[in-house]
């Protein structure tokens, strides 16, 4: 079961990220591009908890129902760069997003292809 | 053609990062040392109960002032990107192009609103004892504002008012920082200075608790601006002046 | 990890992965923004129960109201469909 979890947790988590990969890199559709980055920083998410999680572990919180008992606590740090990243997540994605916006107003589309003066 | 390359590519991606992983089995114990240290620090010295927020506020706490920073630059940028002069609008104050909501969905939203507030600021109040904190509390009062903004197109967010909360809240967590350099027995910045209490207090973990509040009321602040930024954006096509 | 947690974890990945596919294969770019925000509700009880509350708190909050609506805006101010 364990072996399962593990195989299932971290491929879970790559198929996210590779998948947002696969959006960023083949699709032509500038809000597509940035749902690919979304997912991928999903995927990325998922793996850095369950790298910090710890077997029969519990929230790393001292609520008084675990002061002064022996109990094992999982790995707070990945949370809290999770906790950072997320948010970090948030501004770059609204960012890009008025990027589009902003893209369309001058060229009218959203395709890639179609934004000619982007070459150099 | 370019499709079989790219997933390939992953495909190679994914076979390193699948066997890297083959060695890090799900669920151990892995990490020693710094897990330890803050789960023995924090309950002990800083009498903080929840030790995500005591490593976001306090032992990372430099690096959550850059993360507010970022999310102001990002409100900030949004505003200048979307940015669009109004000689040429028709009407004086930029108006959302929705339409207005029905009577169900207003009367909702004004039954809700006070309640969503208060749940927010509940969460960045406790963030020291109960999962939740700053950010969380700051991006449920957000939640709150668009639920008013969608469906009040009269519903204007004064931009001055957020400014002035963004600079107390922002200037709220440099000066406790710099206080800690001065009064704080290591003389470190964003150290505490203030007595500690007792554990599972509201008025314990000295200056961390008061920190999450300026953090909840800065990220509410600066995501109901790039809401507002995002909504007021006018209508679609092409416009002439910037071709 | 209990036998009941350990059941909604992998219902819950089976349903991250099919809205995964989804949110980057469909054509209609509002229904893949829907995705997104599937992705982000389940993503949220998995970190609940994988013990980060905070995490999961964040990612309801964040990934499923406010990441979900400036995607909406975005598209309904643009294009709704994705050509070929």
Do not use: C
């Amino acid at each position: 079961m364990q072996e399962f979890l593990t195989y299932g947790i971290y491929g879970t988590a790559f198929f996210l990220m590779l998948l947002g990969l696969y959006a960023a890199l083949v699709k032509k559709n500038l809000v597509k591009i940035v749902i690919g980055l979304s997912v991928l920083d999903s995927g990325l998410h998922l793996l850095f908890v369950a790298v910090g999680y710890i077997s029969n572990g519990t929230a790393p919180i001292f609520s008084p129902a675990v002061v002064g008992k022996n109990v094992v606590m999982v790995d707070p740090v990945p949370q809290a760069l999770v906790l950072t990243a997320i948010v970090i997540g948030f501004g770059v994605t609204a960012v890009a997003l008025a990027l589009v916006v902003r893209l369309y107003r001058k060229h009218n589309t959203t395709n890639i292809d179609e934004i000619k003066n982007l070459k150099w | 053609m370019k499709k079989v390359i790219i997933i390939g590519f992953l495909g190679v991606i994914a076979y390193y990062l699948l066997s890297a992983f083959a060695s890090v089995p799900f669920g151990a114990d892995l990490i020693k040392g710094v897990k330890d240290f803050y789960l023995d620090k924090s309950p002990n010295d800083l009498k903080v109960a929840n030790v995500v927020t005591s490593i976001v506020v306090n032992f990372r706490g430099f690096d959550t002032l850059g993360e507010v920073t970022v999310l102001f630059l990002a409100s900030t940028a949004l505003g200048s990107i979307l940015y669009r002069r109004r000689s040429h609008d028709s009407g004086l104050n930029p108006q959302r192009t929705a339409p207005e909501a029905s009577a169900l969905v207003q009367t909702g939203a004004k039954v809700i609103f006070p309640f969503t507030i208060m749940l927010g600021a509940y969460i960045f109040i406790h963030g020291h004892l109960t999962p939740g904190g700053g950010f969380q509390g700051g991006a449920i009062i957000a939640t709150g504002f668009l639920l008013m903004l969608v469906s009040y197109r009269k519903f204007f967010i004064e931009h001055n008012a957020l400014t002035w909360i963004e600079a107390i809240a922002g200037s709220t967590f440099v000066i406790l920082g710099l206080l800690g350099l001065v009064y704080a027995n290591n003389h470190n910045f964003l150290e505490n200075f203030l007595p500690a209490g007792k554990l599972n207090d509201l008025l314990s973990g000295g200056i961390i608790g008061i920190i999450y509040v300026a953090v909840g009321f800065k990220v509410g602040a600066e995501i109901t601006g790039i809401l507002d930024t995002l909504l007021t954006v006018k209508e679609t096509g092409l416009d002439p002046e910037e071709n | 990890m209990t036998h009941t947690e350990i059941i909604l974890t992998v219902i819950s990945l089976v349903v991250l992965i099919i809205a995964g596919f989804y949110a980057v294969m469909k054509k209609d770019l509002i229904h893949a923004v829907i995705a997104t925000s599937v992705i982000s509700l389940v993503l949220s009880l998995v970190f609940y129960l994988l013990q980060a509350p905070d995490v999961a708190l964040t990612e309801a909050a964040i990934g499923i109201a406010l990441s979900t609506i400036i995607f909406i805006i975005t598209v309904r101010n643009t294009k709704r469909f994705e050509d070929k």
